[in-house]
């Protein structure tokens, strides 16, 4: 049988599997092309926790990495969330835990923790605010100027959060995703001296977004064709724009609804090594296997689950 074929079955047989189940697929912009094409929901993490918040499904089946299920198993104690590999982790996530939260925050009382959602059910249970790369600049925003700020895990967000913010009284933790760390400020320049004309995207997660965030306001940078996005923000901006060419600088799974949803127009990869391995880790036997099995079931503890949950219900509050 043909690969593609194989996969036709594979696909049929997960529907008839998620009718039986009741249950829903959730996906990542950076899950495999085969996995994003049997999406209920395709996303960027705040969609997809916002989808995990208002679904009536009984089964959430999550196309991708374990902070991601947490969050839906947090928001959902009474639906089964599966996690098709638990392998699928998220090396952003595991730069910082909760005892160095502990200790961060001991440094500095009273202050205000801001966490991305890439971090464990534990440390979102020491956080005031969870946010995501589209809402981060608005989560700061809503927060009182005078107020101290504990920014955590990702120094490259957090910098450019602080750069359009203007806060100075806020503390980034160090820790970076090496997927978009290894997209350079090189990689960029080269990419779009080679595509002179093109609109260049870029994740605020990137090695690259610090250096293009100077670049763009000493003028080195088109203003008007340079943007700084999240993977669903990138997705919207692709489609809207009349721009034929787009430089893309992220994790390179997002090409393939990029490309699905606009016929004519040319993605790059701003460095096509940039590859998840956590996300390529949910397959559509996996999957299968976790809908046949009911295997791979996320739980969060319930005294973590009702701490997780407010940061949580704040970070889905904000912005749109
Ligand atoms: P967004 O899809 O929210 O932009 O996040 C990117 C990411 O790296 C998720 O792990
Ligand atoms: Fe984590 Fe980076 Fe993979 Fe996103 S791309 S899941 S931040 S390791």
Not at 52 to 60: E, L, P, R, S
Not at 184 to 210: F, K, M, Q, W
Not at 288 to 306: C, D, K
Request: contains cysteine.
């Amino acid at each position: 049988m043909s690969a593609l074929r194989h996969d036709t079955v594979l696909q049929q047989e997960i529907r008839l599997w998620k009718e039986k189940r009741n249950a829903v697929i959730l996906a990542h912009n950076y899950e495999l092309p085969e996995i994003q094409d049997i999406a209920d929901v395709l996303g960027d993490s705040l969609a997809l926790a916002r989808a995990a918040a208002k679904t009536d499904a009984d089964v959430i089946v999550f196309c991708g990495v374990h902070f991601m299920a947490e969050t839906a198993a947090i928001l959902n104690p009474e639906k089964t969330v599966l996690l098709p590999d638990l392998e699928a982790g998220c090396s952003l996530a595991d730069s910082i835990n909760v005892e160095q939260l502990k200790a961060w925050k001991a440094e500095h009382p009273g202050a205000v923790v801001v966490s991305y959602v890439n971090t464990s059910a534990g440390v979102k249970a020491e956080s005031d605010y969870c946010c995501t790369s589209s809402n981060a600049v608005q989560v700061v925003h809503s927060i009182p100027v005078d107020q101290e700020i504990l920014f955590l895990p990702d120094m490259f967000l957090g910098s450019y959060v602080q750069r359009v913010t203007g806060r100075e009284n806020m503390h980034i933790w160090m820790g970076e995703c090496h997927v978009h760390a290894g997209i350079t400020p090189t990689d960029v320049n080269s990419v779009a001296r080679e595509y002179p004309d093109a609109d260049l995207l870029i994740h605020p997660e990137c090695g690259c977004s610090t250096s293009s965030m100077y670049m763009l306001a000493d003028g080195l940078l088109p203003q008007d064709k340079t943007h700084l996005l999240s993977t669903g923000g990138m997705l919207n901006y692709a489609k809207a724009s009349s721009a034929n060419t787009f430089i893309v600088a992220t994790e390179t799974g997002i090409l393939h609804q990029m490309e699905k949803a606009n016929p004519g127009k040319k993605f790059i990869a701003a460095n096509p090594h940039a590859v998840c391995p956590f996300m390529k880790k949910i397959t559509l036997h996996n999957v299968l296997e976790a809908l046949q099995e009911m295997n791979h079931v996320i739980e969060v503890p319930s005294e973590i689950r009702a701490r997780a949950k407010t940061p949580i219900d704040r970070m889905i509050a904000i912005g749109s």
